[in-house]
């Protein structure tokens, strides 16, 4: 791949050859300002960038979390307003973003498109290197205050702005508190000890002099590191760096880094409060444990650390979840369980949630006896080689599903990079599994690491973090007096320069930029056809096994698909526990731990899920699908094909104590997710009585499904309730495993032989041949709206409205789908997300459910917010309409449309696709109609389907916003 051949502005320094991922790895350095490149080598034609810059803030006003935003919004070579929004609708990026995490700042892209990918290279490199920072931006992004009636100065004041009603709405989540506090005393003098997103009560301290003083420190090439992926030549890369950006700058010999945190001679006890806005505070106290460990930067010290912590902790046989699921101290293991390993110095945590104050002595003193039998008595020399084989089936793995696979890489090795580490050896880990299957051939290896660096840690802190109903109250009741503080104390002359500044943005965010001096693609640049795998068939009947030949890097994927039945309402809503404990229960003569230690063993995981959507023509007419997904080393693969025929046919549902654990985790779990996919959850709600998957998501996956969970943990205090779940999880079970199924294999074309020789061997037995009286799920039609408050405890709300449109199959639903993009780029981020406030704001079509829906999310408005919502389709109507808008918004849907995954999840989505009828013949129809939408059919649609009569409303909000609304509103405790 020649990565030696460099730009002559660059040095190189070495190179790797890592097969295990099939890359090579180089490694720059910029001779003039010692700004480090390493590029991954690759044949993906996805081809990712990457800048991060060095940040670590000396306090909790979120100045490298504003400066992220604020560097976006205008640059030297591109004085636009919004270069960044404005980018993701002229490109075929398959990815854009920006991030800040608590030392780094990073600026990433990928694409497919060689032209689109330079497009967006010379932006980024603008963008960071030379960013504008007009101050109205910092007001906009950051914060600022205005009077609640913005001319009127005898109006109250109130705090504005992007980022502090993001981390208002980040800041609800009582997992974010937990995390935050306990790193603040887990590292009492670092950058680590403050929230580098930024607290909501210091945000407003942060000064715009303060802002591009940081900017100046932190945002130069030797404080830089230039990562990349793909197959475009590195000379070329490192050219467009010196032309646009680096040729600028001279080295600047001030490191910035971290120090090592100064230690605690001895652990320390802490409990603070977090608002929960509800009468019964009753197990919900959340207990955790920290310790503080050796440099992320020592490869084989990193690589030790992800083993203890996996042995510990992975699953329900490690011995220190064993014991924090099965106590009575706490409902649920704590969310912060595990290894954090990308800061200067790692961390590891353990923890409880449900529980009470008072608990907190006995929770430390079950974790210290739990690791004190660990290093007595040490684990069983298999159960540290089965976490031995994660680690190394994770290095495997070709993944690309969320995430580009290419920014994976890089964001693995980016904490390496940060602080001056071997981010290559990150990536080639192989010979430090190597050295760690030498060690672990000594017993007494883990209970060592167990004893000296945790039992015998003295920089350890334990955290209990309790509810307190007041806290929301008192906090607002703070901000108010602060607010009025600073009131009492403003000149005529200040007031005047509050409602001229708040003028002069609205003014600005409502000017029309010159969008022509940014680069973009055009339609033409788009490739003409879908690209798509091909299956092939096995066989047919009875094992109806269908075949995908990947470059899966010597893994094997394995899912069975079974027709659901017939089932009650309950037994819907019984789903997500049944699917869930279906893997993680015991099966034949293994009890749960038993056989949660087999799978570790001799797979990369199982898990089983439902799949339902409407048909291509119809949204009321449903399919229905029960999936158990499985993958393995291909070493494996007999052991796999035959656990997931054992599990289908043997799964034990008479475990009741553990099935008792289960309900109350997943109860704990479905609880904290509201404030983070409050959006999602909205949607839910609002557009659950269109369709019958609407329907039965909201009841499962949405917010009827939390209170489902909650009211069944409630029940099963009583044993006969215990008793009874157990039976029908078990009746569920017999009639799921009878019912029709077939199979989907994908793996290299080298193992289809023996793939298919095993499924013969271990599924033939169990398929019923004769299911002519086997009934599949049906469910009611449904088209009915809602006007629902969901209440919880947050400090922003998230708003939905939706409405009853065609499924996939309608001449409409192509133009309808392209609306969503036009609305949002042309109307809802300015109004909802630039003016209102709100962190993101949107709009699209769900073609499965035949559904519309608008949202907002972290957002402090309700009523403006629905507001524009109808204001967006009035802007659509009365606008003459924009040609240029509308390829954007075309661009933005096939980007999407044809963004990779890795190769077995290219496959599992065509295969699933096509068993809902979605062929590829269908999808690459849809997409021709997508390139050919019209004005004209953006404005005949939204006039023909979004009308005000049908709409559905669904808001999740707190009880002091609904309070505020009106009567007619339905309002929900979640």
């Known amino acids: 791949m020649h990565t030696e051949i460099c730009h002559p502005g660059f040095r190189f320094l070495q190179r790797k050859t890592i097969e295990s991922l099939n890359i090579e790895v180089g490694e720059y350095e910029h001779r003039a300002t010692g700004a480090l490149h390493y590029h991954i080598a690759s044949e993906h034609d996805e081809n990712v960038f990457l800048v991060a810059f060095r940040t670590m803030p000396e306090d909790s006003t979120g100045v490298a979390h504003i400066l992220e935003h604020t560097a976006l919004c205008g640059s030297e070579r591109y004085p636009v307003r919004d270069p960044f929004f404005m980018m993701t609708r002229r490109s075929l990026n398959t990815f854009m973003n920006a991030f800040t995490s608590s030392d780094w700042t990073a600026y990433p892209f990928a694409s497919q498109n060689r032209k689109d990918f330079f497009n967006l290279l010379d932006v980024y490199l603008d963008a960071t290197f030379f960013s504008r920072l007009d101050p109205l931006d910092f007001a906009?992004?950051?914060?600022?205050?205005?009077?609640?009636?913005?001319?009127?100065?005898?109006?109250?004041?109130?705090?504005?702005?992007?980022?502090?009603?993001?981390?208002?709405?980040?800041?609800?989540?009582?997992v974010s508190t937990l995390w935050q506090t306990l790193t603040r005393y887990l590292f009492p003098t670092t950058t680590y000890h403050y929230n580098s997103g930024g607290e909501p009560d210091c945000i407003p301290d942060l000064s715009y002099e303060e802002l591009l003083a940081f900017y100046r420190s932190h945002y130069h090439p030797s404080n830089a590191v230039f990562m990349t992926f793909g197959n475009l030549p590195v000379e070329e890369l490192q050219q467009r760096f010196e032309e646009q950006a680096l040729s600028r700058f001279e080295r600047r010999d001030e490191a910035l880094s971290v120090d090592d945190e100064k230690r605690y001679f001895a652990p320390v006890r802490v409990e603070e409060a977090y608002a929960l806005e509800q009468d019964d505070l009753t197990a919900a106290t959340h207990h955790v444990m920290g310790w503080l460990l050796p440099r992320s930067i020592e490869l084989d010290q990193l690589m030790q650390a992800h083993l203890l912590s996996r042995v510990l902790l992975d699953n329900s046989s490690s011995p220190l979840r064993a014991a924090l699921e099965s106590t009575d101290l706490g409902s649920a293991p704590s969310p912060l369980?595990?290894?954090?390993?990308?800061?200067?110095?790692?961390?590891?945590?353990?923890?409880?949630?449900?529980?009470?104050?008072?608990?907190?002595?006995?929770?430390?003193?079950?974790?210290?006896?739990?690791?004190?039998?660990?290093?007595?008595?040490?684990?069983?020399?298999?159960?540290?080689?089965?976490?031995?084989?994660?680690?190394?089936?994770?290095?495997?793995?070709?993944?690309?599903?969320?995430?580009?696979?290419?920014?994976?890489?890089?964001?693995?090795?980016?904490?390496?990079?940060?602080?001056?580490?071997?981010?290559?050896?990150?990536?080639?880990?192989?010979?430090?599994?190597?050295?760690?299957?030498?060690?672990?051939?000594?017993?007494?290896?883990?209970?060592?690491?167990v004893r000296r660096w945790l039992l015998d840690n003295p920089h350890r802190v334990r955290l209990t973090l309790r509810p307190d109903a007041e806290l929301a109250v008192r906090r607002d009741t703070a901000e108010a007096a602060r607010l009025e503080q600073i009131k009492a104390k403003l000149s005529e002359t200040d007031k005047q320069g509050i409602i001229e500044r708040a003028q002069a943005l609205e003014a600005r965010q409502q000017q029309v930029d010159d969008d022509s001096i940014l680069p973009c693609v055009t339609l033409e640049d788009v490739p003409a056809e879908l690209n798509l795998p091909t299956a092939s068939e096995l066989s047919t009947d009875p094992l109806k096994t269908t075949w995908f030949g990947a470059g899966t890097n010597g893994l094997v994927y394995q899912q069975v698909i079974i027709d659901l039945p017939e089932l009650s309402e309950r037994e819907q809503s019984l789903m997500p526990l049944y699917t869930y404990c279906?893997?993680?229960?015991?099966?034949?003569?293994?009890?749960?731990?038993?056989?949660?230690?087999?799978?570790?063993?001799?797979?990369?995981?199982?898990?089983?899920?439902?799949?339902?959507?409407?048909?291509?023509?119809?949204?009321?007419?449903?399919?229905?699908?029960?999936?158990?997904?499985?993958?393995?080393?291909?070493?494996?693969?007999?052991?796999?094909?035959?656990?997931m025929a054992e599990t289908l046919a043997d799964a034990r549902f008479d475990e009741t104590a553990r099935i008792r654990e289960i309900v109350a985790q997943q109860r704990a779990r479905r609880e904290q997710s509201v404030t983070g996919s409050g959006h999602s959850l909205a949607m839910m709600a609002a557009g659950a009585g269109f369709s019958p998957v609407a329907q039965l998501s909201h009841q499962t996956r949405g917010l009827a499904g939390v209170r489902f969970v909650k009211q069944l943990d409630k029940s099963l205090a009583e044993e006969n309730m215990l008793t009874a779940l157990s039976?029908?999880?078990?009746?569920?079970?017999?009639?799921?495993?009878?019912?029709?199924?077939?199979?989907?294999?994908?793996?290299?074309?080298?193992?289809?032989?023996?793939?298919?020789?095993?499924?013969?061997?271990?599924?033939?037995?169990?398929?019923?041949?004769?299911?002519?009286?086997?009934?599949?799920?049906?469910?009611?039609?449904t088209r009915s709206a809602v006007q629902q408050l969901w209440l919880t405890s947050t400090q922003v709300s998230f708003c939905a409205k939706a409405y009853p449109t065609v499924p996939t199959g309608h001449p409409d639903a192509a133009a309808l789908t392209v609306l969503g993009d036009y609305l949002r780029n042309g109307y809802l981020h300015r109004a909802i997300r630039e003016k209102g406030g709100a962190y993101g704001a949107g709009a699209g079509q769900d073609n499965g459910d035949a559904?519309?829906?608008?949202?907002?999310?972290?957002?402090?408005?309700?009523?403006?917010?629905?507001?524009?919502?109808?204001?967006?389709?009035?802007?659509?109507?009365?606008?003459?309409?924009?040609?240029?808008?509308?390829?954007?918004?075309?661009?933005?849907?096939?980007?999407?449309?044809?963004?990779?995954?890795?190769?077995?999840?290219?496959?599992?989505?065509?295969?699933?696709?096509g068993l809902f009828g979605r062929t590829p013949e269908i999808r690459?129809?849809?997409?021709?109609?997508?390139?050919?939408?019209?004005?004209?059919?953006?404005?005949r649609v939204a006039s023909t389907w979004l009308s005000p009569e049908k709409a559905s409303l669904a808001v999740v909000t707190s009880h002091k916003a609904a309070d505020a609304l009106p009567a007619e509103w339905e309002r929900i405790e979640i």
């Open 582 to 643: 279906l893997t993680e229960l015991g099966c034949g003569e293994r009890d749960y731990r038993a056989n949660q230690a087999y799978q570790s063993q001799v797979t990369g995981g199982l898990h089983a899920y439902t799949s339902l959507r409407g048909s291509v023509d119809d949204e009321q007419q449903v399919s229905a699908y029960l999936v158990m997904s499985g993958k393995a080393l291909s070493v494996n693969s007999e052991k796999l094909t035959a656990l």
């Open 851 to 913: 559904i519309f829906r608008f949202f907002s999310y972290r957002d402090p408005r309700i009523e403006g917010t629905l507001d524009d919502f109808d204001r967006a389709l009035e802007w659509l109507a009365t606008s003459e309409g924009d040609p240029q808008r509308l390829q954007e918004a075309i661009l933005g849907v096939v980007s999407s449309m044809d963004k990779p995954g890795s190769p077995a999840g290219e496959a599992k989505s065509t295969y699933h696709s």
């Open 924 to 939: 690459q129809a849809f997409r021709q109609r997508i390139l050919s939408v019209t004005l004209d059919d953006l404005k």
């Open 140 to 174: 906009q992004e950051g914060h600022r205050v205005e009077f609640s009636e913005a001319t009127n100065p005898d109006s109250s004041l109130v705090y504005k702005g992007v980022v502090y009603n993001e981390m208002k709405g980040a800041m609800s989540s009582p």
């Open 727 to 781: 039976a029908e999880l078990t009746a569920l079970h017999e009639r799921i495993r009878s019912a029709p199924r077939r199979f989907l294999l994908v793996a290299e074309e080298e193992h289809r032989d023996s793939l298919r020789q095993q499924m013969e061997q271990f599924w033939s037995e169990g398929i019923v041949r004769s299911q002519t009286d086997f009934i599949p799920l049906s469910l009611p039609e």
């Open 337 to 449: 369980c595990g290894l954090e390993d990308s800061n200067r110095e790692m961390s590891f945590m353990c923890g409880l949630e449900g529980s009470e104050p008072e608990k907190a002595v006995a929770f430390e003193q079950l974790v210290i006896d739990t690791l004190e039998k660990v290093a007595e008595e040490g684990v069983p020399q298999e159960m540290v080689e089965a976490q031995l084989h994660q680690l190394e089936l994770s290095q495997r793995e070709i993944t690309g599903d969320g995430y580009p696979f290419g920014l994976q890489l890089i964001l693995s090795a980016m904490p390496a990079a940060i602080h001056r580490g071997n981010p290559i050896g990150v990536l080639d880990i192989d010979p430090a599994l190597e050295r760690l299957r030498e060690q672990i051939k000594d017993p007494a290896f883990i209970p060592g690491l």
